[in-house]
C-alpha cells in the first residue's frame, strides 16, 4: 500500500518571504501523480498543484513550483512571496495510475501560518 | 458552474443512530469520492461512485455504505454511529471518464458530524 508522509507539522513564514513544505512517499508502482492540497480555515479543499511522475521537468503554477525527486520519493513544495491568503492547512496526496479511479492517499498535513 | 455540494454542513447525532450525507457533484462529473477527515486519523479514502457502480473501496467497516443516482447525486449512510465517526465529510467530483490517465478532482465544504 502506499504512504505519505508529511513530517512538518507546522511552518511559519514571513509575508513576501519563500518557504518549502515536505513530502516523502512510499510506492512500488512506476505510474502515478502526486499533488499538493490546499485546505483554508473555511474547509474548502483545492488543488494548488500536480505532478505527474513520468515527467522529469517539476511542476510549477505562479508562485508554487515542485522539487520531485522521483528516486528518492521526495516531493516538496515551494511558495515563492508568500502571501497571506497562503495561510492555510497544505496536504500532499498521491494517486495512483494504474489503479482503475481517483482514490487519493493523503499525508497527515502541514499547517502553513504566515506572519505580516 | 456552480461547485459541489454537500448537505447538510453540520449535523449532530448520537451514538446508535444512524446518519444520511448528500453530495452534488459539479454538472456533468459522473465519479463521486467520499474521505473522511479526523484529527487523528487525518483524510482517509472511503470510496468512490462512477457511473452508479462502486469502483474502489477503502478500509471502513461495513457500518460506511453508498450509493450513486442516475444524476450522479451520491449519498453516504453510517448506521449504528460510535463516538469515533465524529469527523468532517468530505466529497469530491470528477469527470471519471474511463481511460483518462487524470481526471481533477473538485472538492466540496463538507459536512461536520457530531456523534454525542
Known amino acids: 500500500a502506499q504512504t505519505v508522509t508529511q513530517s512538518q507539522p507546522e511552518m511559519s513564514v514571513q509575508e513576501a518571504e519563500t518557504v518549502t513544505l515536505s513530502c516523502t512517499y512510499d510506492?512500488?508502482?512506476?505510474?502515478?501523480?502526486l499533488f499538493w492540497y490546499k485546505q483554508p480555515p473555511s474547509r474548502q479543499m483545492i488543488l494548488v498543484i500536480r505532478q505527474e511522475a513520468y515527467k522529469q521537468q517539476n511542476a510549477t503554477e505562479n508562485r508554487f513550483s515542485v522539487n520531485f525527486q522521483k528516486a528518492a520519493k521526495s516531493f516538496s513544495l515551494k511558495i515563492s512571496d508568500s502571501q497571506l491568503g497562503d495561510a492555510a492547512m497544505y496536504f500532499c496526496a498521491y494517486r495512483s495510475g494504474s489503479e482503475y479511479g481517483n482514490k487519493l492517499v493523503f499525508g497527515a498535513g502541514t499547517i502553513l501560518r504566515v506572519k505580516s | 458552474k456552480a461547485g459541489v455540494t454537500q448537505t447538510p454542513r453540520y449535523l449532530i447525532k448520537t451514538r446508535g443512530q444512524q446518519v444520511t450525507l448528500s453530495c452534488s457533484p459539479i454538472s456533468g462529473h459522473r465519479s463521486v469520492s467520499w474521505y473522511q477527515q479526523t484529527p487523528g486519523q487525518g483524510l482517509q479514502f472511503l470510496f468512490e461512485?462512477?457511473?452508479?457502480?462502486?469502483?474502489n473501496k477503502g478500509n471502513f467497516p461495513g457500518r460506511f455504505s453508498g450509493r450513486q443516482f442516475s444524476n450522479s447525486r451520491s449519498e453516504m449512510n453510517v448506521s449504528t454511529l460510535e463516538l469515533g465517526d465524529s469527523a468532517l465529510y468530505l466529497c469530491?467530483?470528477?469527470?471519471?471518464?474511463?481511460?483518462?490517465?487524470?481526471?481533477?478532482?473538485?472538492f466540496g465544504p463538507g459536512t461536520r458530524l457530531t456523534v454525542l
Open positions: 469530491a467530483s470528477s469527470l471519471g471518464l474511463a481511460g483518462t490517465p487524470y481526471n481533477e478532482q473538485f
Open positions: 461512485y462512477f457511473s452508479e457502480t462502486q469502483r
Open positions: 510506492t512500488s508502482e512506476s505510474d502515478y501523480y
